[in-house]
């Protein structure tokens, strides 16, 4: 029978030196390691909140998250390293809405200035921006900013002046046969103003001067209200008579006078009127106190017997004051028929 007990006794005294040498790497190895195990002191600024937190944990997302600090996805955040003590600065992003010319937008800022914002993303706020808050304003969250564009010029610029339509009521037309005595043609006028536009739309328009270079003409329709026998009286609407004969004349005014007749043979009249002219059919003496010397008129009674027609003022007399008028008349007989009656007067342009 073989016996092996040396060779077992050769093992255990293998094993045993063994564990000699291993047993003091054993003990140093918690040693060795206690370094990259340490925790870290962080020091988080949220805001105006501070936290200080200590871990072991080095990924500072990981660091926030154990503080009870969550990121969103618009929020960013720095960080500081430091012997046993780091900080981390957390930027929250904030929701800020611009009115861009007119455009909506919603971006996201970091408590940076207007000035800083727009620059970073590209706005103009230069000339002939405006905006509705300070440029060096801080941003915060909810902030909302208009921007606008204003360009303030000065025009010049033309436009079509309308003619009016005038109607003349006349005795010598069928009633309500109209005839079209005059066409009726556009002037213009010049204009020069002050133009503001706000995001390219027109806000304001100041004139600053006005001038007519081309006058309108005046549309005129004949209206009948006879019966269609010539009367010889004149067709006459606001501001135009048209005469029997076809004459369109055009006056400013109308007023009522107090009408009387001279001849040349009266006494104390000839045949030169005080301004120097020829007395004639159509010779009116005036007050030229009230109607200056050189003032044609139109001259129809109130009561429609006698049309007078134009006259001009020429002449006056001693008892032609006011509103007084002295109609020449070739002879004495025509001056006594007429005697004195109201007129009315239409002062011709």
């Known amino acids: 029978m073989r016996v092996y007990t040396p060779i077992i006794t050769e093992t255990k005294k293998r094993i045993v030196r063994i564990v000699a040498l291993l047993l003091p790497l054993i003990v140093l190895l918690p040693l060795l390691s206690q370094p990259a195990f340490a925790q870290t002191t962080y020091v988080i600024t949220d805001g105006e909140e501070v936290t200080v937190h200590k871990t072991f944990e080095t990924n500072p997302v990981h660091v926030l998250d154990e503080a009870g600090l969550s990121l969103d996805a618009d929020d960013l955040y720095t960080t500081q390293p430091g012997d046993g003590v780091s900080e981390i600065t957390v930027q929250r992003g904030q929701e800020i809405t611009i009115s861009n ?38 941003t915060f969250d909810g902030m909302e900013v208009t921007v606008q564009s204003v360009v303030e010029m000065e025009q010049t610029y033309t436009q079509e002046l309308p003619f009016e339509t005038t109607y003349c009521n006349d005795p010598n037309l069928p009633e309500g046969q109209e005839e079209l005595v005059q066409e009726g043609v556009s002037g213009q006028v010049s204009y020069r103003a002050n133009v503001v536009y706000v995001n390219s739309q027109e ?34 609407g606001d501001g135009v008579i048209i005469t029997a004969e076809g004459e369109v004349l ?11 007749a001279y001849t040349h043979t009266d006494a104390g009249c000839n045949m030169t009127t005080a301004t120097g002219t020829t007395v004639r059919v159509g010779t009116v003496a005036v007050d030229p106190k009230v109607i200056p010397y050189g003032t044609r008129m139109f001259i129809v009674t109130n009561d429609g017997k006698y049309i007078y027609g134009v006259g001009t003022a020429e002449d006056c007399g001693g008892a032609i004051k006011g509103n007084r008028l002295d109609l020449y008349f070739p002879t004495d007989p025509e001056c006594r028929s007429f005697g004195i009656r109201n007129c009315t007067v239409y002062f011709l342009e």
């Open 101 to 138: 010319c007119g455009e909506p937008m919603v971006v996201t800022s970091y408590g940076e200035t207007l000035e800083a914002l727009f620059n970073r993303l590209g706005i103009p706020v230069y000339d002939h921006y405006q905006v509705s808050l300070p440029l060096d304003t801080q």
């Open 203 to 236: 806000q304001s328009r100041t004139v600053l001067e006005e001038k007519v270079i081309q006058q309108p003409v005046k549309e005129i329709i004949r209206v009948g209200t006879g019966t269609g026998e010539p009367t010889g009286s004149p067709a006459i």
């Open 250 to 260: 055009t006056y400013s005014r109308a007023d009522q006078f107090k009408a009387t």
